[in-house]
């Protein structure tokens, strides 16, 4: 199934999204997260990727859909590829990059592996992915088949054709389309609270005091 358009976050949405901070997102978000393991492999200077998820769901040897997602890919996409947990072929590499920044994408994350990370390297595109791999996915004369722009999960989360990937050098995150208003409301802006913790810990409260959990320490031990 190819599904050619979805509803993209705006280009205003996105710019502001560059401004929060994926780690801020885990401690109040539960869902949304990819597992440690897929993460970024150092293919640019920057870690930093913010674009609307265009998903990818294909077969472990089979690179043909990949092929035509880069092709449907705008300037502020993200190719997120789902490959059912395989990790011997590499669905990206050298060509798929050029052909990806022609397009102006911004990143690929991979639930699988990665090759020609040095030229990819070269080129400075972000890639998070679980590893990387000297062996390719296949150019076969007739697919296997495969998606786009549907469901996909990726290191665990869940991910939605149109909703935001935030990636930094931690990992990548995902924030829904119907929560990014919400996240942007939340998330941006200065934090004059963080500002007054950090500036009490240097003048030498203690963390444990001031976030409560010496208070809930002394309650597990009433208890016992």
Do not use: C
């Not at 590499?90 to 699988?112: F, L, M, Q, S």
């Not at 990636?167 to 929560?179: A, H, L, S």
């Amino acid at each position: 199934m190819v599904i050619g358009d979805v509803d993209r976050p705006t280009d205003q949405q996105l710019e502001t999204l560059e401004q929060v901070d994926p780690n801020e997102l885990g401690h109040h978000n539960h869902f949304g997260h990819s597992s440690p393991e897929l993460s970024f492999i150092g293919t640019a200077k920057s870690a930093q990727v913010v674009g609307s998820a265009l998903t990818v769901r294909i077969p472990p040897v089979d690179g043909t859909m990949v092929h035509k997602a880069i092709e449907l890919a705008g300037p502020t996409d993200v190719i997120v590829i789902e490959m059912g947990g395989h990790e011997t072929n590499a669905p990206w590499g050298e060509i798929t990059t050029h052909a990806a920044v022609a397009n102006g994408v911004r990143g690929v994350v991979i639930d699988g592996s990665v090759t020609d990370t040095k030229p990819i390297s070269e080129i400075g595109f972000p890639v998070f992915a679980r590893g990387r791999t000297n062996r390719t996915v296949q150019r076969l004369t007739e697919s296997l088949g495969g998606d786009i722009n549907v469901p996909v999960q990726v290191g665990g989360a869940v991910v939605q054709p149109g909703d935001v990937a935030l990636g930094n050098e931690d990992g990548v995150v995902f924030v829904p389309k119907d929560q990014i208003n919400r996240t942007i409301e939340r998330y941006t802006g200065t934090d004059e609270a963080e500002a007054a913790l950090i500036e009490r810990l240097y003048d030498g409260e203690s963390l444990a005091e001031i976030s409560g959990a010496n208070d809930r320490i002394a309650d597990l031990d009433e208890q016992e």
